[in-house]
Structures are given as C-alpha cells and as structure tokens.
C-alpha cells in the first residue's frame, strides 16, 4: 500500500511538474513533432544532409539577432529596427569593400562598431529620456531602410571577395588524417564523412550530458527542487542523439559551416551571460519589475542602453553574414526580418511582459520557425498561407504565454 501510494505520489508530482513546465517541454515536443512531420511529406528531403546545410545556413542570421532580442525582451522592451540596420549594414560592406576597395577586416571592424553606435544611440533615448522602444526602434526602422536605399541608390551591389564570402559560406577544413575519414566513410556505407564535425557533434553531446548531471547534482546538494529523473534523462537523451545525428548529417556533406561556428560560440556566450552572470540575473529583475529593481541598487538605465548597443552590434554582424551569403548587397535586405526574429524569441519562451526567456529557447524558437520556412518551401506552399500559418503558430504561443500567467496569478 505504502508503494502505491509513493508510486501515486511521484506521478502526481510529475505531472505537477510537467504542467508547470509545459512552455519548455512543449516547445520541444513542437520542435520534433514539426521535424517529423515534414521529414514525413517531403519524402525525406528536409533531413537530407544539403538540406540541413541549408537550413543552417539559411536561419544563421535570425539566430544571432535573436540572441540579442532576447535581451531587450527581457529587459521589458523591444527592437523594429534589426531587421533595417542589418539590411543598412550589409549595404556599408558593400560600398567599403566593392566602392572603396577596403580589406575585408576593417570592413567587419568598422561595420560591427556603427552597429554599435547605431543601438547605442536608440538605447540612450529610451534608457535616459524614457521614449517608449516601440517608438523609437520604428523611427529608426524608418531611417535606415532609407538609408540603405540612398547608399546603394536603389541598385543591388556586389560581387564580395572570396574571404568575405567565407563568413557565410565557407566551411571549417577537417584537420583529421584521411585516412581515418575514407574508414568511417565505410563503416557508414557513406561517400565521404567530415571526422571533425562528427566529433564535434559527440563532443558537444557529452559536454551537454556532464554538464546537465553537474547541475543536477549541485540542486541536490543545497536542497533545492530538481527536474524528475524520468523528465531529465528524456530532456538530455533527446538532446544528445539529436546533437549527434544532426552534426553526422553535417559531416556527409561538406563538414561544418564557419557560421555555425560562430552561432555556437555566441549561444555558449550569451547563455553564460544571461544565467550565470550578476548583469544578467540584473537585466531579468529590470524586466520582471523595473521600479524594484531601482530601489535594489540596479542601474536599470545602464542595463537598457546596453541591450540596445548589443543588439545593434549582433544585427550588424547578421548584416554581414546576410551580404556574404547573397555575395551581394540589396536595397530589400533584412525587409520585415525583423518579425521573423521577434516570433522567434516569443515562441522560444519569452514573455511579452519581459522577465522572462531563456538563450536556448530562442534559438530552438528560430529553428522551429526556420523548419516551418523550409518544409512549406520543399513543399510548394506559397508565400501568403506562410505567412498566415506562421502568424497563427506566434499568436499560438502569446496566447499560451497569457494562458501560463493567468493560472499562475
């Protein structure tokens, strides 16, 4: 009887569990059940190895400003502009380098600093004159789509040297011998196989399985409520196998992108920044409840200009990987993207009111939103039941968020 019970008891407390946390589980469960859907209608095509190339590829860009747009959705605002001063500055790159025969790194170093500047200089009217973001990132959305228009005086510009094209396009050489790349290439009965990117592919499953029994161990030590184990060994496993099949995929085709490179690293940096970092639990309390925050000692207004000057940093280098995958500048560059990255981060978890949001989240959330992009597009499906399919899938996840804070309240 008393197993029973106990048995009752940890059901129940899964189930607690589960429901408490079905924003997180959901959008995984979303994430494969998407996946497995399209793997299904499109006979295989979306999980071919050029396909998640390009699926990479493709959604690079929506992934580093949704980094930065998460910030500034957790700290209580919001950024129109991403999608203009990314078009603007893949423009500038265009002009210093096709125009004015500058090196490529000081075109990077220049065009990364005006995005800077570029955000820092909307943070500064939010953060200090108190404008409302939605104003002022409309007002620059406005300006810099003009902008980008004059420099390029309504004309695409290209095409990029070859070493500005490898920011997007290139991909990392295999630095393991070749012959151990021809005997896993039969092992697997495949044509080639890339050892690094498989590597790297078990490498970051490990270090995802270590680090997440880590964690689990120190909640236990101070006492504090941990994820069941049923729930944690499913979250981890999952995670791991879908690291390493996607990674493998990778390696059958051509290895592992240099953007994705820099995606990881920046993920890793800014998850760090957000969940282990005083600044950032600081930016969560600015978002969860400003005034509180004031009166604990934060300065609220330098954490909002910094989010902005970050997020203008991140959509000027979105901007430059955007031109180096076109090998070419255009006047329509970045044109609405920038709903495309806010749906992202809210479908990834973020809350409208701000607080709220994790790094991991959004970028799942722009896998998720990239996967629905690419299948619909194998399939055929025109432009305008997209946009319609995938304005439902956002009002979808504001909803479930509104749903979430009315039964916690």
Avoid at 1 to 14: L, P
Avoid at 137 to 155: D, P
Avoid at 192 to 216: D, E, F, H, P, Q
């Amino acid at each position: 009887m008393t197993d029973r019970n106990a048995e009752a008891a940890n059901g129940s407390g899964i189930g607690a569990y589960l429901m408490g946390h079905m924003r997180e589980y959901g959008l995984l469960f979303a994430l494969i059940a998407i996946m497995f859907f399209f793997q299904i209608v499109t006979n295989g095509t979306l999980l071919k190895p050029v396909n998640v190339t390009n699926l990479l590829l493709q959604n690079s860009y929506i992934i580093i400003m949704a980094l930065g747009m998460l910030i500034v959705i957790v700290a209580g605002h919001i950024d129109l502009s991403v999608g203009s001063v990314m078009g603007f500055v893949g423009a500038l790159a265009a002009v210093m380098i096709v125009e004015w025969d500058m090196s490529t790194g000081v075109t990077i170093a220049t065009c990364l600093l005006a995005g800077g500047l570029i955000g820092a200089a909307q943070g500064y009217w939010i953060a200090y004159w108190k404008i409302p973001s939605f104003i002022v990132t409309l007002a620059a959305m406005l300006v810099f789509r003009g902008l980008s228009l004059w420099l390029l005086e309504g004309q695409s510009l290209g095409p990029f040297p070859r070493e500005f094209q490898m920011i997007s396009n290139g991909f990392v050489a295999d630095i393991f011998p070749a012959g151990l790349a021809i005997g896993l290439a039969d092992l697997f009965g495949e044509k080639r196989i890339n050892v690094l990117s498989l590597a790297t592919g078990l490498t970051a499953a490990c270090l995802i399985t270590y680090m997440g029994l880590k964690s689990r161990a120190q909640n236990r030590a101070f006492g504090m409520d941990v994820e069941p184990a049923a729930f944690f060994y499913a979250r981890i496993g999952i995670t791991s196998l879908a690291l390493i099949f996607i990674f493998y995929k990778l390696s059958t085709f051509r290895g592992l992108p240099n953007v994705l490179l820099t995606m990881g690293v920046l993920t890793i940096i800014y998850a760090f920044f957000t969940e282990r970092t005083v600044t950032g639990r600081r930016i969560y309390a600015l978002g969860g409840n400003e005034k509180a925050a004031k009166l604990s000692g934060v300065k609220t207004e330098r954490l909002t200009f910094l989010a902005f000057a970050n997020m203008g940093v991140l959509a000027a280098a979105a901007g430059l990987v955007f031109a180096a995958r076109l090998n070419s500048a255009t006047p329509k560059a970045g044109f609405a993207l920038e709903l495309d990255v806010i749906a992202a981060v809210f479908i990834g978890g973020a809350s409208m009111s701000g607080g709220v949001g994790r790094i991991v989240g959004a970028v799942v959330g722009a896998f998720l939103m990239g996967v629905l992009n690419n299948g619909m597009s194998i399939l055929g499906i025109g432009i305008d039941y997209q946009q319609v399919i995938k304005g439902l899938v956002l009002l979808a996840a504001v909803i479930f968020d509104v749903y979430n804070k009315s039964k916690q309240s």
